[in-house]
């Protein structure tokens, strides 16, 4: 697909998510790469309006090479970018419920959206909730990159989740799994409910792969 094409689908993708209320305002931002670096929506820009020729371009080594200022998160996406093998697209919303479930205190960091689903363990897999910092502190890039690739998904406390994914329309598939997923246990955590077994989550694993 060529950059231009590439550009396109970033609008498209993103307009998508900010008109289902994925994202509002200003708040969320994406990665693609190209294959001479890194696509990325630029600071406080909503999703629902972007300029296909204004979206920030970063070069192999983050420079910024093109475009308007980069997002102030760009630090976690070249973090997974950098350490997922495959990782074609990042993308970082504030979506309600995963946001609502980040500033929980009684998650379990390192599984923080439990299996209820058999689409979650197959889209998106483990979820990792990281540590609070501001947003842009360079620190996240840093949590991210000390997971070493092993999870496509994070949870940034009091913040929002971060999905990884092998092109744009797989991660953006994935980002909206997390949030429904996550919608779901919002409305069941109170209730007795019934998680995925290690055994049927196995199958799953064995029959469709890791994410």
């Known amino acids: 697909m060529t950059e231009a094409k590439i550009r396109e689908e970033l609008v498209q993708f993103s307009k998508s998510l900010f008109e289902r209320g994925y994202s509002v305002g200003s708040a969320g931002n994406i990665s693609v790469a190209v294959d001479d670096g890194i696509l990325i929506t630029p600071t406080n820009s909503s999703l629902g309006f972007l300029d296909p020729a204004r979206i920030s371009k970063?070069?192999?080594?983050?420079?910024?090479?093109?475009?308007?200022?980069?997002?102030?998160?760009?630090?976690?996406?070249?973090?997974?970018?950098?350490?997922?093998?495959?990782?074609?697209?990042?993308?970082?919303?504030?979506?309600?419920?995963?946001?609502?479930?980040?500033?929980?205190?009684?998650?379990?960091?390192?599984?923080?959206?439990?299996?209820?689903?058999?689409?979650?363990?197959?889209?998106?897999?483990?979820?990792?909730?990281?540590?609070?910092?501001?947003?842009?502190?360079?620190?996240?890039?840093?949590?991210?990159?000390?997971?070493?690739?092993?999870?496509?998904?994070?949870?940034?406390?009091?913040?929002?989740?971060?999905?990884?994914?092998?092109?744009?329309?797989?991660?953006v598939f994935a980002a909206e799994e997390l949030e429904e997923t996550a919608k779901l246990i919002m409305m069941v955590r109170q209730l007795p409910h019934n998680r995925l077994s290690a055994a049927q989550i196995e199958e799953l694993l064995v029959t469709f792969g890791k994410s």
Do not use: W
Request: proline fraction near 8%.
């Open 58 to 171: 970063l070069d192999r080594n983050g420079v910024h090479i093109s475009g308007d200022k980069p997002s102030k998160e760009v630090f976690l996406h070249r973090a997974f970018h950098e350490t997922r093998a495959g990782t074609g697209a990042v993308v970082h919303l504030h979506s309600t419920y995963a946001t609502a479930l980040s500033c929980l205190s009684d998650v379990d960091p390192d599984n923080c959206i439990e299996p209820i689903t058999p689409y979650v363990v197959m889209r998106v897999g483990q979820v990792k909730l990281l540590p609070y910092v501001r947003p842009g502190d360079p620190a996240m890039g840093d949590m991210i990159r000390a997971l070493k690739g092993e999870v496509t998904a994070v949870l940034l406390a009091n913040h929002g989740p971060v999905v990884a994914g092998p092109d744009l329309r797989g991660a």
